[in-house]
């Protein structure tokens, strides 16, 4: 078996947040809209989901270039609309759930058997949606971005904890997408199973609101 996520994954946090990209839109448009760019303003409380893009997965590598370390293909964000003034502007978010099914994780790190959990702290964390489709996750005031892998491995099961400051994203109109790439966490905690350090790349669509995809204006 094998394993990975990120989170560290915002991201899931993660993320994390969920929405696309698009240009900016004539005044008065919201900056997140249902029913097309331009369409029906997200209302503050509406909430946001989104699963792994279809075919994708959620990696979490030891190295930026490399292929080593754990991937899920079964994850979601979950946010709630906080703010969401006119374009150009920005959007705000709480991300209150980024989940990792951990019975579709595997792992090619030697010694490791399986994945027990992935575990997303810390929650809930602030994301902001930007006008040019910028996605930006941000933890609590004195905390971090953080998320626990849980590993069955030839001398039992294993924690490893990775933190990040924050996480960038990026959100596409074109299918409602949002894009981590190569998000850089470090170890803090852990045995020498859980390499030092986490980049997370993952593609999260559709965003919806109450199943509609939503846009970036």
């Not at 946090?13 to 969920?18: D, Q, S, V």
């Not at 004539?26 to 075919?55: E, I, M, R, Y």
């Not at 969401?84 to 990792?100: I, L, Q, Y």
């Amino acid at each position: 078996m094998r394993t990975r996520s990120l989170l560290a994954l915002a991201g899931t946090a993660t993320a994390l947040a969920l929405t696309v990209a698009a240009p900016a839109s004539a005044d008065g448009t919201a900056v997140l809209t249902t029913g097309g760019a331009g369409g029906t303003a997200a209302a503050a409380g509406d909430v946001l989901t989104a699963p792994l893009a279809s075919g994708t997965s959620a990696n979490f590598y030891s190295s930026a270039t490399g292929t080593s370390g754990v991937k899920c293909t079964s994850s979601q964000f979950t946010a709630t609309v906080t703010g969401n003034p006119s374009a150009p502007g920005t959007a705000t978010e709480s991300v209150t759930a980024h989940t990792f099914d951990s019975s579709t994780c595997t792992s090619n790190v030697i010694g490791v058997l399986g994945v027990n959990g992935i575990t997303i702290d810390n929650l809930p964390y602030t994301a902001t949606v930007a006008s040019d489709g910028t996605l930006s996750v941000l933890p609590p005031s004195g905390s971090v971005v953080q998320a626990t892998v849980k590993l069955r491995t030839l001398l039992g099961s294993v924690s490893c904890v990775y933190q990040a400051a924050g996480l960038t994203g990026k959100a596409d109109n074109a299918d409602s997408s949002i894009t981590f790439t190569n998000q850089q966490f470090t170890k803090s905690s852990g045995s020498s199973l859980c390499f030092a350090n986490g980049y997370f790349t993952a593609k999260y669509a559709p965003v919806t609101d109450g199943g509609a995809p939503v846009y970036v204006n």
